[in-house]
């Protein structure tokens, strides 16, 4: 069993940044690809970034290309979302998990709240 802790969220004004972080358990997530995920109120969750094992690959969903960044640091055990020029329509949960992502490893989440 692997536990993801999502952390970094909060509540920001239109234009700004902020940077999530995810902490894993155990040293099995330095060989899976990771995903960052997001749920806004009544909608789906929708996959918004990937990045491969060794962190050199990366992937980004349309809506947030050129302003979010996922990187990771395995030593850490850790995977991080860097979000700029954030948008009302970012509002949401923010979740990490392995791609393709595995039920039983979805964490609580971090409330992003983009409002002025």
């Known amino acids: 069993q692997v536990q993801l802790v999502e952390s970094g969220g909060g509540l920001v004004q239109p234009g700004g940044s902020l940077r999530l972080s995810c902490s894993a358990s155990?040293?099995?997530?330095?060989?899976?690809?990771m995903g960052w995920y997001r749920q806004a109120p009544g909608k789906q969750r929708e996959l918004v970034a990937t990045i491969s094992s060794g962190g050199s690959i990366t992937n980004y969903a349309d809506s947030v290309k050129g302003r979010f960044t996922i990187s990771r640091n395995n030593a850490e055990n850790t995977v991080y979302l860097q979000m700029n020029r954030l948008k009302p329509e970012d509002t949401a949960v923010y979740y990490c998990?392995?791609?393709?992502?595995?039920?039983?490893?979805w964490g609580q989440g971090t409330q992003v709240t983009v409002s002025s």
């Open positions: 155990r040293t099995i997530f330095r060989i899976n690809v």
């Open positions: 998990n392995f791609f393709p992502s595995v039920t039983s490893y």
